[in-house]
Structures are given as structure tokens and as C-alpha cells.
């Protein structure tokens, strides 16, 4: 049985810093897509950040482009998300997400394309 479980989350006041973690177990999508998804109170969930595998690119939306890096722990085999200069507006339960194969970018942005979810952990960033 294939389990994503993220760790990391917490509160931290703005401008701070806080890295999750994301552990899998049951497969280790090697030749997929691993990323974040995020959703606030009362919004939608959206697309944060996507790494592919084997090529490691990595793609991000722009709200968080150049605060946040999406990375890969292979030793580990764990996703890795830290994110710096937080904002109150970056609150929300943040979702890691896995899918077996890669798409397009696009579709990459899409929660819908991905198999597997975490169960979520809390963001808290206060003004």
C-alpha cells in the first residue's frame, strides 16, 4: 500500500522559515512526479510546487517563485519543500502528491493528475 506522510509544518511569524518533509512508502515513483499542493480556509486547493524524476526539473507557481524550493532527498527517498520569507497569505494545509509517470506542465498544476495524497499538515504564518 502506497502512504505519503508529510512532517515539518508548524507556525512561524512572517519573513520566517519553515522546511516540510514528505516520507513514501510502498513505491518510489522513480521515474514520476512528486510535489505540493496547498489549500487555505475557504479557498481552492492550488498548485505550489512539482519536482520530475529522473530529469529533476522543477516547477513552481509564481506566488511562491524564489521563496520556496522543491527538492528530493534520494538517500531517503523523501520530498523536501522549504520554504523562506513565509507570508501570512502562504497559510493552509500544504499536501504532498505523487503520481507514477510524468505529464505535461500544464497538467502538472492539476490536482486531479495525482494518484496519491498525504493526508495534509498546517502551515500557520502569522502577520
Known amino acids: 500500500q502506497v502512504q505519503l506522510v508529510e512532517s515539518g509544518g508548524g507556525w512561524v511569524q512572517a519573513g520566517g522559515s519553515l522546511r516540510l518533509s514528505c516520507a513514501s512508502s510502498g513505491r518510489t515513483f522513480s521515474g514520476g512526479v512528486m510535489g505540493w499542493f496547498r489549500q487555505a480556509p475557504g479557498k481552492e486547493r492550488e498548485f505550489v510546487a512539482v519536482?520530475?524524476?529522473?530529469?529533476?526539473?522543477?516547477h513552481y507557481a509564481d506566488s511562491v517563485k524564489g521563496r520556496f524550493t522543491i527538492s528530493r532527498d534520494n538517500a531517503k527517498d523523501t520530498l523536501l519543500l522549504q520554504m523562506n520569507d513565509l507570508k501570512p497569505e502562504d497559510t493552509a494545509v500544504y499536501y504532498c502528491?505523487?503520481?507514477?509517470?510524468?505529464?505535461?506542465?500544464?497538467?502538472?498544476?492539476?490536482?486531479?493528475?495525482?494518484?496519491?495524497w498525504g493526508p495534509g499538515i498546517q502551515v500557520t504564518v502569522s502577520a
Open positions: 519536482i520530475r524524476r529522473p530529469t529533476r526539473d522543477t
Open positions: 502528491v505523487a503520481r507514477t509517470n510524468s505529464l505535461v506542465l500544464t497538467a502538472l498544476r492539476q490536482g486531479s493528475q495525482y494518484s496519491y
